[in-house]
């Protein structure tokens, strides 16, 4: 009933609470204590927890792969996830594990693919599976490692899998790059439905053009060269053994990737220092040593609204993709506490980005109480209309709190949005400091609303480690443990999310999910919806007490009517909607509204 959750939410922020210790800080460390691991494949999940609006639901080993025995073993790490009706493609260094998650609180570990080629990042679309290789040690055939095999020509770039049986994947074909894939993106454009595109980011050494034709080095005078661009892919769905590369955009170039372009090659963040910020300013400090820009590490395209977002190492890249083939840079921003621009993700309506900066790369401990609290997290931005087109503004950073241990990586990592209706809400990887989940419904006010989070896996021994990636799919959150495997998360409910809210985020249900593939969050009609728009205009004071007993009454009496088949379920529904014209209350009108015509 909504009048008990009205009562609930009112008590919840009737007063102030007294500050508390932040229960992730001082976490007891576990009992693995070999540094490598290499006696370990099943490693002790027993440090110390701490969990807040969320609940850890399942816990997996992560898959045992040939030519390596030991969990803590630096070829073999666990990487991205891709998403795809039951299943979980949880990418890996030395191949890929196919997760049967279709009871969340126990997914099942079906099928385990061994194809070394470092990254191993995936996306699926339909019956093919994208995985980046980037690592030197990779092959053609997927051998690299395994005994009495005999090395075959060396691969770097995107490999395809037929995974029209997701527990039987073929191996179909592989497009070479000049840098490898350390990342990658499909692209998709509205309408084509025979043809898609990915986008290759390759931070890594460039390749002889000995080894691979028409690969040049690093240049800020040949035109040629395989620096300052990304690799396009085009592929035939029904052909995908004719993938191939079809353009290298110079996004980093005075032309942004438009073509014919003849200005300077590199023209974007040389690196370096940046400037220190004066007291008061609101990005202070600054003053973080930032990289040169010369690649993208991470691109992530919303075709719906024809824009891609790319973290581009010293620069934010805001690209125009509605010609897929021909991404164009139309904005740059770069940051004075940004070391090393990670990854990106675009809120529902595709006016904020959220980019995430990896100072240290991902390799050391980078929250602790003596370091910035604008360094190594999130910047959010505003995507903005102007005479000269969409611009990003700064709006504000988030991290979460300082208090990792010395001997914990923790820096922002990969996320992806909550889709409760009416918020801009994500979910985000912090390494070893954990899963966060957070609010920036207000860009300039950003707020952590859950967390979970483990201890370091030693009292001394410092691992690279913890949650490479944390997605929501179709009702749960997913965490690739860099090291432990596959950890499924509920969301709770709390003051600052209701269970209205958890419930009507998991009716958004998506056939398939590539984090770096954005698509529309769509919600369709119902009560659940209703009834989480009511508790944000509860929360947010946006209906008086009178107000909020009033609609609650409504809602329940249409909702009794519906279930009688009475038509005049929606009449009740139009008429509270039509009382609903104060501040903040469209939101809950609007929902009324659209309810009321489905019935």
């Not at 990304?230 to 191939?244: G, N």
């Not at 110079?250 to 073509?259: K, S, T």
């Not at 770069?334 to 621009?341: C, E, H, K």
């Amino acid at each position: 009933m909504l009048a008990a959750t009205a009562a609930a939410l009112a008590l919840s922020t009737a007063g102030p609470v007294a500050a508390a210790a932040d229960p992730r800080q001082g976490l007891a460390p576990g009992t693995e204590s070999q540094v490598g691991g290499a006696a370990f494949t099943d490693p002790k999940r027993d440090a110390a927890t701490a969990q807040q609006g969320m609940e850890l639901l399942a816990e997996r080993s992560k898959p045992a792969y040939t030519g390596v025995a030991g969990a803590f073993n630096y070829s073999n790490i666990n990487s991205d996830i891709a998403f795809q009706g039951d299943y979980a493609f949880s990418g890996n260094y030395r191949g890929f594990g196919v997760y049967d998650v279709s009871e969340p609180s126990a997914p099942v570990l079906k099928t385990t693919v061994n194809c070394v080629g470092g990254q191993g990042d995936p996306s699926v679309v339909g019956d093919l599976m994208f995985v980046s290789v980037e690592s030197t040690s990779a092959r053609l055939d997927c051998k690299a490692g395994v005994a009495g095999q005999a090395a075959s020509e060396v691969f770097r770039g995107v490999r395809i899998f037929d995974i029209s049986d997701p527990l039987a994947p073929v191996y179909v074909t592989g497009v070479q790059t000049c840098r490898g894939s350390h990342t990658h993106t499909v692209v998709t454009k509205p309408g084509v439905t025979d043809k898609l595109w990915i986008y290759v980011s390759g931070t890594s050494s460039i390749r002889a053009s000995s080894q691979l034709p028409g690969c040049a080095p690093t240049s800020t005078t040949n035109p040629a060269t395989s620096a300052y661009r990304i690799d396009v892919i085009e592929v035939p769905i029904a052909s995908p053994k004719l993938a191939k590369v079809i353009a290298g955009p110079r996004l980093m170039d005075a032309c942004g990737g438009a073509v014919p372009c003849t200005g300077p090659i590199a023209t974007l963040n040389p690196g370096g220092t940046q400037p220190t910020l004066p007291p008061g300013d609101p990005r202070a400090p600054g003053g973080q040593r930032v990289s040169a820009t010369s690649a993208c590490h991470d691109i992530t395209a919303y075709p719906a609204i024809g824009l891609a977002a790319g973290a581009c190492q010293g620069d934010g890249l805001l690209l125009d993709i509605s010609d897929p083939a021909n991404p164009v840079r139309i904005d740059n921003v770069t940051d004075p506490n940004f070391a090393y621009w990670h990854s990106a993700t675009f809120n529902d309506d595709g006016t904020k980005v959220v980019f995430t900066d990896e100072w240290g790369g991902g390799g050391a401990a980078r929250c602790l109480p003596t370091d910035p609290d604008n360094w190594g997290g999130n910047a959010i931005f505003d995507i903005v209309d102007t005479a000269d087109g969409k611009k990003m503004e700064f709006a504000s950073y988030y991290k979460i709190p300082n208090v990792q241990a010395s001997n914990e990586v923790c820096v922002a990592h990969n996320g992806n949005l909550v889709p409760v209706p009416g918020r801009d809400i994500m979910v985000q990887a912090w390494y070893e400091g954990g899963v966060s989940v957070w609010d920036f419904t207000d860009s300039s006010a950003p707020k952590e609303l859950g967390f979970f989070d483990r201890g370091p896996y030693d009292a001394t021994v410092f691992h690279q480690g913890g949650y490479w990636s944390a997605y929501w799919y179709n009702g749960e959150v997913y965490g690739n443990e860099i090291f432990l495997g596959l950890d499924v998360f509920g969301l709770t409910a709390s003051a600052d999310l209701s269970a209205n809210e958890i419930a009507a985020a998991k009716l958004a249900r998506v056939p398939e999910l590539n984090a770096q593939a954005q698509k529309p969050i769509v919600h369709a009609p119902s009560f659940t919806l209703v009834r989480a728009r009511y508790d944000q205009a509860v929360r947010d004071g946006s209906l008086s007490t009178e107000q909020a007993r009033g609609v609650a009454t409504f809602v329940d009496r249409a909702e009794g009517f519906a279930k009688k088949g009475q038509k005049s379920a929606g009449a009740t529904l139009r008429a509270k909607a039509g009382q609903l014209t104060g501040e903040g209350q469209a939101g809950l009108a609007n929902e009324l509204l659209r309810l009321a015509d489905s019935l």
